[in-house]
């Protein structure tokens, strides 16, 4: 090791408490950094939205145009395709590897605000999720869906999936906070099958029966997908929008509210 | 002001009271030694000390700061590398150490100097700008080390700092830390189960068994304890026959038995050694080795405990300087 270092002991600390932006950018900027480091993440998580989103098409698309049910099937696959792009995408599995190799103690040595471990890695999810709806958008466009509402409504169309997908993103990171399992967090995917496929995935509203249809009343997705779909075919439709919003508010407040539980409830254990 | 202070600390865990009652009292620019085996509660201390557990009772200060009541001010004045060094191998080691300026919210500047400084520190070379998985064990600890030193810390913790470290790498993170406190004199708490590294390292050590400090002094202090010399006999045959055979001589006054081990401290050692051989020869009981030497803080830890610190405490025990051993007979 080297002898000229200047290691000091200081006449006052040199470290201090920053703003809550610079403590926010500081865990963004690491979590973005490994957003692009694990590609890998990615490739998988890019074909079970085109792959649903072809096998739909092949499979229902003649059948629910020639029957009258929905006018353009791909336009109305699209939003769903969206959904599956980015739901359950998240930084939960590197923050339990934070947690099992210690990184998350040294954090919370650090003066960093609390909260911020959270939200740091919320913008590295908001990265994520444009980074994957982005290609899925394309291939709508190639495969000739167009937007009633033009080229801010497709911008539209992105921000209103990734708010989605950053809503939901609070479950994963309330398991892995909650148990530091990387088991525990890659079986949260469980949860998106219920969110994904009771609701309006294949038919509109008013074609689903039963309890189906009720639970698809209360499930936010379906509010979500209507958002999504008036951007696509009906224009600037402001009450479809701002319920699906709401749904999606309501969901981020209470998979968030988990997750913060489950950080204070880490923070006190630890 | 006191760099570290504990009054009737304590953290229990369900029922296991990992830490019972600890008192410790440390001067700013010292170096102590936190010296227990696995399970001892050392750990379970560093945690609270650093902010990272609260007690159950008690109290502490660091830095002048209530470890429960004031964290957050406790965070500022000290730097942590744990018991395994904490850092993401995705990221490379110039941009941990960036991140963890930022962290300690250095201005820009301070950043780019304090990296330069630990960087030399850390003597990694073009390595720093690969990605950490790629780092040997060493090298993960010196960027560990680095990190922890960032933000230029009063007070310094290292919770087992060499723990699986080759020899080599061991002593490059020996003078490291000997120099962080004899020439800037940082305050620092090492928590250890080498003995050698207590007895190397530390101006005073204490010695923590089932959570509790069984004692604590300077090395020389703690060893000079037991005596200045220090006669080990390992025998085959009945301990209690051969304890009374040496009792019986009148230079000695007392004799500890450790299963198949006695020793007796003695001001002489060479002069009684002799006398202490003739004696096991004349009770019957089979030697298998005499030792003469000065005692070790294994020998304090044995003392205090009741039980060997290191499962081969004679070899880790000792260090060139204090032990003289004298193989007289086996």
Not at chain 1, 35 to 61: H, K, Y
Not at chain 1, 187 to 196: G, Y
Not at chain 2, 272 to 289: D, E, F, S, W, Y
Request: hydrophobic share 45%; net charge negative; aromatic share 8%.
């Amino acid at each position: 090791m080297s002898t000229t270092t200047d290691t000091a002991v200081p006449s006052g600390p040199l470290a201090h408490r920053s703003s809550i932006v610079h403590d926010l950018a500081t865990v963004a900027q690491r979590a973005i950094r490994g957003v692009f480091r694990e590609p890998e993440f990615f490739i998988p998580a890019l074909i079970v939205p085109v792959f649903f989103f072809i096998v739909n098409v092949g499979a229902l698309q003649d059948f629910t145009e020639q029957t009258g049910i929905i006018t353009d099937f791909k336009a109305f696959q699209l939003p769903v395709s969206i959904v599956f792009a980015v739901t359950g995408v998240s930084r939960a599995s590197a923050l339990v590897t934070d947690i099992q190799g210690g990184y998350f103690d040294r954090l919370l040595l650090t003066p960093i605000r609390r909260p911020t471990l959270l939200l740091g890695l919320m913008a590295a999810d908001f990265v994520s999720v444009v980074m994957l709806a982005v290609p899925v958008l394309m291939l709508g466009l190639v495969l000739g869906v167009r937007f009633e509402t033009g080229v801010i409504g497709m911008l539209v169309f992105v921000a209103y999936g990734a708010a989605w997908g950053l809503a939901f993103a609070g479950f994963p990171y309330a398991i892995a906070l909650k148990t530091g399992n990387p088991a525990a967090v890659n079986s949260s995917f469980i949860l998106f099958f219920p969110f994904a496929f009771l609701t309006t995935t294949f038919l509109p509203k008013e074609a689903l029966t039963g309890w189906l249809s009720t639970v698809a009343t209360y499930n936010p997705v379906t509010y979500v997908l209507d958002g999504l779909r008036s951007l696509i075919s009906e224009g600037w439709v402001w009450e479809s929008l701002a319920k699906g919003l709401a749904a999606t508010f309501a969901l981020m407040v209470l998979s968030f509210g988990l997750a913060s539980a489950a950080m204070r409830g880490r923070i006190k254990s630890s | 002001m006191t760099a570290i202070e504990a009054r009737d600390l304590r953290r229990t865990f369900g029922d296991n009271e990992a830490v019972a009652g600890i008192d410790l009292t440390i001067e700013p620019g010292e170096m102590y030694g936190f010296l227990g085996p696995n399970g001892a509660g050392k750990s379970t201390m560093v945690r609270m000390l650093c902010t990272l557990l609260r007690p159950t009772s008690g109290s502490a200060t660091v830095a002048g700061f209530d470890v429960a009541k004031n964290p957050g001010e406790v965070r500022l004045r000290i730097g942590v590398a744990l018991q395994d060094a904490s850092i993401d191998g995705k990221q490379t080691g110039r941009e941990l150490l960036h991140t963890q300026g930022r962290l300690y919210g250095l201005k820009r500047d301070d950043i780019t100097r304090r990296m330069t400084d630990v960087i030399d520190l850390v003597d990694i070379g073009t390595a720093i700008d690969d990605r950490v998985d790629s780092y040997s064990g060493g090298m993960k600890r010196r960027l560990d080390l680095a990190m922890s030193l960032i933000h230029r810390p009063e007070i310094l913790f290292l919770d087992e700092p060499t723990t699986g470290l080759d020899p080599s790498s061991r002593a490059a993170v020996w003078a490291e830390v000997r120099r962080l406190n004899s020439e800037f004199g940082m305050t620092i708490f090492l928590t250890t189960q080498y003995l050698e590294e207590a007895d190397e390292l530390a101006d005073r050590v204490g010695i923590i068994d089932h959570g509790v400090l069984q004692t604590e002094g300077t090395p020389t202090a703690l060893k000079r304890s037991i005596g200045t010399d220090l006669i080990v006999a390992e025998v085959d045959g009945d301990t209690a026959v051969a304890a009374a055979a040496i009792e019986a001589l009148p230079s000695v006054s007392g004799v500890e038995v450790h299963g198949n081990e006695l020793s007796l401290a003695t001001a002489d050692g060479a002069a009684v050694i002799a006398a202490v051989a003739v004696a096991l020869n004349g009770c019957g009981v089979p030697v298998r080795a005499l030792t003469l030497r000065t005692p070790t803080l294994d020998d304090v830890f044995l003392s205090v405990t009741g039980s060997h610190l290191a499962p081969g405490r004679n070899t880790s025990a000792s260090t060139d300087e204090e032990s003289e051993t004298q193989e007289v007979a086996s």
